[in-house]
Nanobody
Framework: QVQLVESGGGLVQAGGFLRLSCAAS????????MGWYRQAPGKQRELVAT???????NYGDSVKGRFTISKDNAKNTVYLQMNSLKPEDTAVYYC????????WGQGTQVTVSS
């Protein structure tokens, strides 16, 4: 079992920045990769960014060049630095850890005002 706790969401103006954190606990040694997904009202959940245990990263097209995913292995924490935020980035952001199955956090709201 893996438990995930997200933090760092909030309200920000367009052009601003936020940093999300996701702290993992439990069977962390079985985690293959972690990532962030988001879901806006009326839309499907979509990939934001992922990072493997080896440090390889992958980004959704809409956030490339603006968002950066990173991790601190000592703290078992993954971060999402979000810069140049746009109103269309407004969504609930979910942390996911993948072992033999996916584990999801509870989600954190990010709201970008125009």
């Amino acid at each position: 079992q893996v438990q995930l706790v997200e933090s760092g969401g909030g309200l920000v103006q367009a052009g601003g920045f936020l940093r999300l954190s996701c702290a993992a606990s439990g069977s962390i040694f079985s985690i293959n990769d972690m990532g962030w997904y988001r879901q806006a009202p009326g839309k499907q959940r979509e990939l934001v960014a992922t990072i493997t245990s080896g440090g390889s990263t992958n980004y959704g097209d809409s956030v490339k060049g603006r968002f950066t995913i990173s991790k601190d292995n000592a703290k078992n924490t993954v971060y999402l630095q979000m810069n140049s935020l746009k109103p269309e980035d407004t969504a609930v952001y979910y942390c996911r850890a993948r072992t033999t199955r996916p584990y999801w956090g509870q989600g954190t709201q990010v709201t970008v005002s125009s």
